[in-house]
Every structure is written in C-alpha cells, then in structure tokens.
DNA sequence: TCGTTATTTAGCTAATACGCTAAATAGCTA
DNA sequence: TAGCTATTTAGCGTATTAGCTAAATAACGA
C-alpha cells in the first residue's frame, strides 16, 4: 500500500504506468517518452518495480517492463472503498465489474 | 493532479481522508488520532487542502474539516481510467454509477 | 576477442519532506 | 484585561528524493 502511493506520487512514474497498458515495452523505449536521464528513469523503474507495479523481465541484453495491473487495482481501489462511506465496501469485487460496464 | 497524488502519498493523510468520510471533524480531534504532534498534523492538513482534497470551515477558535470527496475521485478515478485499456475510458461517468451498483 | 548497445550502479548535489519545540494568533469566558 | 483553548507559523535537524555524469555490467555480433 506504502510503497504503491509512494511510486504513485511521481508523474512521471503514473505516465510509465499508462504507457504500459497495452502491453510490455523495454526499458529504453520507455525512457524514450520522458526528458530525463536513462539513470534517472531506472530509478524511477525500481521504484515501479519495488512497489509490485510492474514487472521486469530479462531478454538477453535488453529488458521488458510489464503492467501489474491487479496490484495497482488493489492499492487504489482498496483505498477509495475505505475512503467512501461504508454501502459499498462489504462487496470487492463489484468495483471491477461496475467499471468494466 | 499532481498534488493530489503528493497528498496522497502520506499514510496519516491518507487515514485522515478515512476519518472524514462519515463528516466533518475538528482539526484537534482528528488529531488524537495520530502519534504525531499537533503542528505536525497541521502540516498535513494543509496539504491535503492544498490539494483540495478537504475544506476547513473556521467556526470561531475550532475549525472544522470535511472531505471533498468529487476532488478525490476525479484524480483517482481519472487515473485509473487513463491506466486501464480503453473500452471504459470513453464514459466517465460510468464508474461512480458502478460503485453504487 | 573487440566493440557496440542496453541497462543499472555509484557518487554527488540540490531540493523537498517530515518530525520536533517554541512562539504567535484568534476567539472565548471570567 | 487576563487567562484558557485551539490551531497555525517559524525555525531547525535529519532523511529522502530526484536529477545529473561517469563508470560498471551483461549480452550480442563481427
């Protein structure tokens, strides 16, 4: 949960999450997208990375991030059903379904 | 945005935005709630309205914070819509209308 | 093996965040 | 006015964060 917001509180980090949604990019390509350093952006992947946020997988020399999904639905949407008052909290799987229509 | 995800980043300010759902409370009494100092809580609540995420009501000497919760939902809600693949992003609307069920 | 590419680690600086205590402010009541 | 309560502001120390450049590591192709 920590960890989550902490990594949650940087844009840049919230725009590496976005750019992952449709799918695994490299570490480069993804560093492409912002106006800092590649050191700069590996320590934001970390971060990503410590908080369950993504996942990195190794291909020989290069390496492809991916979107944990479920761990930033459980952080945030967790969050919200604790901050709203009580009516829907008892139920969490119906915050999924209610947004997926 | 931004500041909201800031706020948001705080474990105490994140609890405090918990005790406000049912209402309004002082600072003073939210403040019993936490290990901290009360200036310290003082700079917590200045950031969390900051971000607008509470209003402060000055009722002679006490005053009172209450949650603005539309602020909170449009970051967050926003976010996860942007993060999600797009088939639910079209309809904001839809998400608040799904939680209630 | 050598060079090249991709990524991270090390080491630094500057800025921000968070906690504290002491003091200031504002309103209330005697 | 004096004193009391509630809250914020000021000022300080320390820890963390975010950026940088330079160097290390790892895998690849010639």
């Given at each position: 949960?920590?960890?989550?917001?902490?990594?949650?509180?940087?844009?840049?980090?919230?725009?590496?999450?976005?750019?992952?949604?449709?799918?695994?990019?490299?570490?480069?390509?993804?560093?492409?997208?912002?106006?800092?350093?590649?050191?700069?952006?590996?320590?934001?992947?970390?971060?990503?990375?410590?908080?369950?946020?993504?996942?990195?997988?190794?291909?020989?020399?290069?390496?492809?991030?991916?979107?944990?999904?479920?761990?930033?639905?459980?952080?945030?949407m967790?969050?919200?059903?604790?901050?709203?008052?009580?009516?829907?909290?008892?139920?969490?799987g119906n915050v999924h379904r209610g947004e997926a229509r």
């Amino acid at each position: 949960m920590n960890t989550v917001f902490d990594a949650l509180s940087h844009p840049i980090r919230r725009e590496v999450l976005e750019h992952l949604k449709r799918g695994g990019m490299t570490a480069g390509e993804l560093a492409d997208h912002f106006p800092v350093s590649k050191p700069t952006m590996s320590g934001h992947f970390a971060k990503l990375k410590a908080a369950g946020l993504i996942l990195g997988e190794n291909r020989g020399g290069t390496i492809v991030y991916t979107l944990n999904l479920s761990v930033l639905e459980e952080a945030v949407m967790g969050f919200m059903n604790r901050v709203r008052v009580g009516r829907d909290a008892a139920d969490p799987g119906n915050v999924h379904r209610g947004e997926a229509r």
